[in-house]
């Protein structure tokens, strides 16, 4: 079975409803980790913008399946993310790692819509109390 590692920093993590462990109980949590990039609040549902810059944005890794990979494409499809390969750091060393992103631009986005903290589950806490 061939093995892929998979970056959530969404609806996917830990703690809500629709985590991995809940809808993808064949998924393997591996760590949390971040990536660089901006965060964005586009709803009911957060966008990652993959920079170069001092941004963090923070996640989970977990190891999947090529068809529970598969799975995700799809069901990430119909959000309009699409599958990117990245390279995050991950116990001591860097790895390549699958992340998902929105297929349309987030340039220009007004600056209220980021989330400064970079933490998708910590923001949305907050947003709905």
């Known amino acids: 079975m061939n093995k892929n590692l998979?970056?959530?920093?969404?609806?996917?993590?830990?703690?809500?409803?629709?985590?991995?462990?809940?809808?993808?109980?064949?998924?393997?949590?591996?760590?949390?980790?971040?990536?660089?990039?901006?965060?964005?609040?586009l709803g009911d549902y957060p966008g990652l913008e993959l920079s170069e810059s001092d941004s963090r944005v923070a996640g989970e890794v977990y190891e999947v399946s090529k068809s529970l990979l598969k799975m995700l494409d799809e069901f990430e499809a119909t959000s309009r993310y699409i599958r990117r390969q990245v390279e995050i750091s991950l116990k001591g060393g860097l790895k390549k790692c699958w992340i998902y992103v929105p297929e349309f631009s987030l340039e220009g986005l007004p600056v209220e819509k980021l989330v400064t903290s970079g933490d998708w589950t910590e923001y949305s806490r907050k947003r709905n109390t």
């Open 6 to 41: 998979v970056f959530v920093y969404g609806s996917l993590r830990m703690g809500g409803d629709g985590s991995m462990s809940s809808r993808y109980p064949a998924a393997k949590f591996v760590a949390n980790s971040v990536v660089n990039g901006r965060l964005y609040d």
